[in-house]
């Protein structure tokens, strides 16, 4: 998503191509292949399993891309919210695992190939490039796509408990949300002018 790394301009199709990547560990071909801890986990498959998944995804981008920036960026601000992402998700993703386990739905205990490659990219920045508005727009797309997740589960969930931990979990994501967008907004605003000397 970053390409070439002294560039932060992100493409269009984050959006759509992240929800494929999140759930590309969790489909339920790969659940039938015959593993045995994929076979212990029948419900993986049905609308809660996959938002389970997907939303483990979303949790472990937030906190390891939030990890990485709290070593690059010079901002207290933009480390203050990636220290507030890490404690969040963890806590979130903490829930979600207590929700799976008695459902047997088998979260992943990694980030899928292209999620990882992502958080690599924002790794490997140069000192020299706007390292915050990279993780900045980051944070906007991937919280707008956590949301959708949240909501869509709001809307199509069967199961009662999975669905209120969506619930739960949509003001504070609307919240990291509205924070990632004000920062980037005043990391990006254009300098204002020295008024003109007579």
Do not use: W
């Amino acid at each position: 998503m970053f390409g070439n790394p002294s560039s932060t301009r992100l493409t269009p199709l984050l959006l759509p191509a992240l929800l494929p990547a999140l759930l590309a560990s969790c489909s339920p071909a790969m659940m039938s292949m015959g593993s045995p801890m994929m076979n212990a986990s029948p419900d993986a498959s049905t609308v809660d399993g996959l938002f389970l998944q997907a939303v483990t995804g979303s949790n472990l981008f937030e906190i390891q891309s939030s990890q990485a920036i709290l070593t690059k960026s010079n901002s207290a601000a933009v480390k203050a919210y990636a220290q507030r992402m890490i404690d969040h998700h963890t806590a979130a993703q903490a829930q979600v695992v207590t929700v799976a386990a008695p459902r047997g739905v088998t979260v992943p205990p990694m980030l899928p190939p292209d999620l990882q490659l992502e958080v690599t990219a924002l790794n490997e920045l140069p000192a020299s490039a706007p390292v915050d508005q990279a993780y900045l727009k980051e944070q906007v797309l991937g919280h707008q796509l956590a949301l959708s997740i949240l909501q869509n589960q709001q809307t199509a969930g069967k199961d009662a408990g999975v669905t209120a931990l969506a619930t739960d979990q949509v003001p504070v994501v609307t919240q990291h949300l509205q924070e990632a967008q004000a920062l980037l907004a005043s990391t990006t605003a254009p300098a204002t002018p020295a008024p003109a000397t007579p």
